[in-house]
């Protein structure tokens, strides 16, 4: 009897092959699912009997002959009227409507089968249901009809699929291929999947342990488990293994700790849905700060899309992703107790990340804080080693100060830290309200002026007249000077910008080019704002200084100053903005005016 799909078959195919999956491979998949579902459905008829999928791979007479694949499972089967119902109705599943739990089963939407047609023009299949006395051949053709007959009962239940690969991508699926493809889609299957080629002995592919779930002796006898699973799962040796699970248990799995890690890595973990694999690049089912872990769950509760190579992004999948990243931090903070050596070293290779999770969950913060290290002018440090060196914790955000104080410090013997990044920065933040007594300090180049000496009274009259030819130069960029004794006296000058300063710098912009409401802004700031912005700190200890102490002639001198200040400025970090660009200029034409005068 010949039919008709219920359906522009040409249209789903396009469809199918286009826009739904990803690659034509995924025929297997498909194939492989709908034999386990099958299964599924008669063990829960019957727990006894022995599952079994297996998969033929059949070689053409000659090279001009086409392959043939066949799957063959021994589950449930398919009455006649469920043939005619479910396999030819988009949306339609037999699994709807047998009675029996369809929770347990991996597909959802009845159009597994029509994958095939993005390899073939025509599907065979056999099936015998376990509640007839008969058995059905049933053939759908890439043209949209389809036609079935009765045949004498089978030896036992179960359904056969036949697929002749087309000739344009039959060399795309050898059976090597085929064989590559039933491991990595159902290696962690439950049901045994079997494989054979030109009726040679089968064998077995998915005899791989699962170890997710599993109970184990001790932490070493987990640990070794657990990563040789790894190194199967991603062939990549890690440093530590975590098992994780949500709280009802529905998602479970084991998150390996990487030996290294880059910030920009995109996230990479194996996802199985209810053991079949949906995906090995799943970045969305940890949180973003896991990008240290490689890890493999399977799970029972996520939605698939209609493709099953991803989940929805619902309430389901963020509820998950918190309960998994808790997960993972509850064992390390476990580890604080059981295995502080192996928290140590995963901490050493993976600080970011770490602290990343403190800064949001203050009871971890407190468990991982003594292993944190940060940058500090003395090399990475601990807290526990940055209070032993000095009771307060002096601190800076801004990078070109940090650069500044840097070379001073040394010699002052003071011990900076440095939170130029956001993370540290925001962990500083915690840290100090977590501890209300220790004492913190923020400091700038101009805290280090006090910390400088002082001149004698011989040694200010002594440069008198430069710091009055430097004041009249300095105020023209807006800045103040002032003189000290400092260390180490290869550094003539340091320069302090205050904020209003740097963000005048920053702001340097061609007003006519500005919008017209922050161009209003703009030249209120400018109009508005002090008229010292910045201060030059002069070392009397640097031989320049003091040769420069000595000049008499004030126009020359004014330079050298001037010249002193774009040092100090450039070597802040900061770029010269347009007025002090045209002052330096102006100041190298005086120098040569001054050289041809002589």
Same mark, same amino acid.
């Given at each position: 009897m010949q039919q008709n799909f219920q359906v522009d078959l040409e249209g789903i195919i396009d469809l199918l092959s286009n826009h739904l999956y990803s690659s034509d491979q995924v025929f297997v998949r498909e194939?492989?699912?709908? /034999?386990?579902?099958?299964?599924?459905?008669?063990?829960? %008829?019957?727990?006894?009997f022995l599952p079994r999928v297996e998969v033929s791979y059949i070689h053409g007479d000659d090279e001009a002959a086409d392959n043939q694949v066949v799957f063959e499972d021994n589950g449930v089967g398919l009455t006649e009227e469920e043939?005619?119902?479910?396999?030819?109705?988009? /949306?339609?599943?037999?699994?709807?409507?047998?009675?029996?739990?369809?929770?347990?089963?991996?597909?959802?939407?009845?159009?597994g089968l029509l994958s095939c047609f993005m390899v073939t023009k025509r599907i065979v299949m056999i099936t015998q249901s376990v509640d007839t006395d008969y058995s059905l051949k049933w053939t759908g053709e890439a043209n949209g009809t389809y036609h079935y007959e009765l045949q004498a009962k089978r030896s036992s239940p179960g359904t056969s699929v036949y697929v002749v690969l087309n000739e344009e991508v039959k060399f795309d699926f050898p059976a090597s291929k085929i064989k590559?493809?039933?491991?990595?889609?159902?290696?962690?299957?439950?049901?045994?999947?079997?494989?054979?080629?030109? /009726?040679?002995?089968?064998?077995?592919?998915?005899?791989?342990?699962?170890? %997710?779930?599993?109970?184990?002796e001790d932490f070493e006898e987990e640990q070794k488990v657990l990563l040789d699973f790894g190194t199967e799962q991603f062939a990549e040796n890690f440093l530590a293994a975590i098992p994780v699970r949500t709280a009802g248990g529905r998602t479970q799995g084991v998150a390996f700790i990487k030996?290294?890690?880059?910030?920009?890595?995109?996230?990479?973990?194996?996802?199985?849905?209810?053991?079949?694999?949906?995906?090995?690049?799943?970045?969305?089912?940890?949180?973003?700060?896991?990008?240290?872990?490689?890890?493999?769950?399977n799970t029972t509760s996520l939605q698939p899309t209609a493709s099953r190579e991803r989940f929805y992004q619902n309430e389901d999948l963020e509820k998950t992703r918190r309960q998994l990243g808790r997960a993972i931090r509850n064992q390390l903070m476990k580890w604080h107790r059981s295995q502080p050596i192996l928290l140590k070293r995963v901490i050493e290779a993976h600080e970011r990340s770490i602290k990343e999770m403190a800064e949001q969950d203050e009871a971890f913060l407190k468990i991982v804080l003594p292993y944190l290290t940060f940058p500090t002018t003395k090399g990475q440090l601990t807290l526990a080693e940055i209070r032993k060196h000095d009771a307060v914790i002096r601190y800076v955000y801004e990078l070109e100060e940090y650069q500044q104080i840097r070379s001073?410090? /040394?010699?002052?013997? @003071? @011990?900076?830290?440095?939170?130029?990044?956001?993370?540290?920065?925001?962990?500083?933040?915690?840290?100090?309200?977590?501890?209300?007594?220790?004492?913190?300090?923020?400091?700038?180049?101009?805290? *280090?002026?006090?910390?400088?000496? &002082? @001149?004698?009274? &011989?040694?200010? !009259?002594?440069? !008198?007249?430069?710091?009055?030819?430097?004041?009249?130069?300095?105020?023209?960029?807006?800045?103040?000077? %002032?003189?000290?004794?400092?260390?180490?006296?290869?550094?003539?000058?340091?320069?302090?910008?205050?904020? !209003?300063?740097?963000?005048?710098?920053?702001?340097?912009?061609?007003?006519?080019?500005?919008? &017209?409401?922050?161009?209003?802004?703009? =030249?209120?700031?400018?109009?508005?704002?002090?008229?010292?912005?910045?201060?030059l700190c002069f070392n009397f200890n640097n031989p320049t200084i003091q040769r420069l102490s000595r000049l008499d002639d004030p126009k020359l001198l004014a330079l050298y100053i001037r010249f002193l200040y774009f040092q100090a400025?450039?070597?802040?970090?900061?770029?010269?903005?347009?007025? &002090? *660009?045209?002052?330096?200029?102006?100041?190298?034409?005086? %120098?040569?005016? *001054?050289? =041809?005068?002589?």
């Open positions: 194939l492989l699912q709908n /034999g386990v579902d099958a299964i599924t459905a008669r063990r829960q %008829m019957d727990d006894d043939v005619h119902d479910f396999l030819t109705k988009i /949306g339609s599943s037999i699994k709807r409507q047998k009675s029996v739990d369809r929770s347990s089963f991996i597909g959802q939407f009845g159009i590559e493809l039933l491991q990595y889609y159902g290696g962690l299957l439950a049901v045994p999947i079997y494989f054979s080629e030109d /009726g040679n002995a089968s064998e077995r592919l998915n005899f791989q342990l699962n170890p %997710m779930g599993q109970k184990f030996r290294n890690a880059h910030l920009v890595q995109q996230q990479s973990n194996k996802v199985y849905l209810k053991q079949m694999l949906v995906a090995d690049d799943i970045d969305n089912i940890l949180p973003k700060w896991a990008f240290f872990i490689k890890a493999v769950f001073l410090v /040394g010699a002052q013997d @003071l @011990l900076i830290v440095k939170t130029r990044y956001g993370n540290d920065r925001n962990l500083f933040n915690e840290i100090k309200e977590l501890y209300p007594d220790w004492e913190f300090r923020a400091v700038d180049v101009q805290e *280090l002026f006090h910390q400088f000496e &002082e @001149l004698n009274a &011989e040694e200010c !009259e002594a440069f !008198e007249f430069f710091l009055d030819v430097a004041a009249d130069e300095l105020i023209k960029l807006k800045c103040d000077g %002032m003189i000290r004794k400092f260390d180490p006296d290869h550094i003539p000058t340091v320069c302090y910008l205050s904020p !209003e300063a740097r963000w005048d710098r920053s702001s340097d912009l061609d007003s006519d080019n500005l919008p &017209e409401l922050w161009n209003q802004l703009y =030249e209120r700031f400018n109009t508005t704002s002090v008229s010292v912005l910045s201060r400025i450039l070597l802040g970090n900061y770029a010269l903005n347009k007025d &002090e *660009l045209q002052l330096f200029g102006q100041g190298i034409l005086a %120098m040569i005016d *001054l050289h =041809e005068e002589k």
